[in-house]
């Protein structure tokens, strides 16, 4: 009775435990990718545009691995719904485990170590699933090529499974491309356990003579990227709208350009950039509009596009989503095509926009966008969003150069004075470039005040030895005046260093001016261009000569430090 036992139990074991396995890889992936690492497999839908018409479709037949191809871009465009993406690649993962476990028991003849190797097959193609231009093709050609095995495994020895072995060779890299690699690879390891030296060393000297291209598969090892998982999520939550998350995430981060890029562009966009601007680390003027080149990220492209996109510069952002989609993984992407089709309407150029609708249109997520986009139904809340875009368009064509990113913006100005994101552009720009006579000349005190603009206007009047009524004329609060006094105190009395300083006043634009925002470039600007950048405070003499009853406390110097006290910027 108790061997009886014994064998339902391993046979129940046997019957059950792989499917048991299998469904715990699949439920552990799926909890992965969708709480950790939701926004990679958002990004490649992004960066994909799969059309349902046969004429595409068919074009996936003449090339390798046209099958895996075909399956893998298939699912992939509907990883754009929430968890659809986790679940996709969390399904494919658990058929490439069934898949290893089936080949290797075949294999060593055991259960028990075959679950093992397919354990470390399906974590090893897990974590190549978390490179950003992995796409599941490559998951699903490595299924692919393992199974064909299976077929060479039931052929008796002989000349006649040699000869299959190589048809088999052929057909899995026409259907799966390198999945022919993992086909090769388990039938040199079949004949070599079996002592078929011979036909092992054969298999082997055809892998080197005919070298299969590792297509699909971008790399044969990765690991999950925590940094870059955040900057896509910043990324996408912009794509969506979504600003408050965007400044939200973007501040949480607190380092690189894409940070400072998304935390400006974030709170610009909620009309709150003057309040929090140096309440995040900034690089300078490019944290707000990166000036992009061939050598570019394509993230920071497309981002840029974005930017240019919500300041109403269409050319500019036509030109940056165009490069972003070049240098995109897979050189498409539904993304860019929408932002191109809704640019193409605000340009009123009918014949392009019909072009890329009619792309969208024969997608099967984004059909009904496109569809909304043809249809122009002013009750249609993405209707009335892009002609509330539109309204920003200039009226008149300029001719400047794309470097001049202060007198694009000063245009935008002139051609629509309410265009607001502009102006909090204009202003920053200004004021992380220390230019402070273009921000006096900008500076407009009816559209609103921000302590920034006081705590530079206080700079700039000081810089000039403006008078007494000139300050009083200037609206600047009391409490501003004592703080800035404070701050030149605590300046002088700490010897000058940055540290002292930080801990009270480091949001403030005084400490920003002298300690911070060194990244300037002088291809920033055609009002900087080819000179030598340093505060204007250089060439400025101490602070003594100008003395008022607001500034002036009693034996109190308000100075300005030298250039000793700068790092010298170029």
Known sequence: MGLRRKILKEKYRDRYAPW??????????????????????????QTLLFLHNPDYVFSYVGRPGWVACLLGDFCTQYYWYIGAGPTIVALWLMVVWLVAWVVFKRLMASSDWAMIVATFVALWEWLRECAFDYPLSATIALAGGMSLFLIFAALKDGYARTIAGIALLAFAYWCFAYGAWALLVLIVISLLLRKRWTYAIGFALLGVIIPFKSYPATNFWSWPNLTRERAMAIDTEAYWGHWHNVARMANEGKSGYLDAFYYNLGQGMRGHLADSLLHHPQEGPYALLPMTDRNSNYLYTAAAGEAWYRLGDFTFAEHSTILGMIFSPRSEGTRYIKRLAEIAIINGDSALADKYLTMLEATAVHSGWAKRMRAQDPKDPAIKQLREIAKLKPTQDTLRFSSDIPGTLRALLRDNPDNDLAYQYLMSVDLLSRDLKSFETDYKPQRGRARIYDEAMLISLLLRNATEEELQASGIPEATIDDFVQYTRLFNASGRQSHVLKQRFGNTYWYYYHFSGNN???NWGSNLEGRRHKPASD?????????????????????????STTNEIY
């Open 20 to 45: 048991v396995a299998a469904l715990c890889v699949g439920l552990a992936a799926f909890a992965f990718f969708f709480f950790f690492y939701p926004y990679h497999l958002q990004h490649k839908e």
């Open 520 to 522: 300037l470039s002088k």
């Open 539 to 563: 060439s400025i003499p101490a602070a003594d000569t100008l003395r008022t009853k607001a500034l002036m406390r009693p034996k109190a110097q308000i100075i300005i430090p030298d250039s």
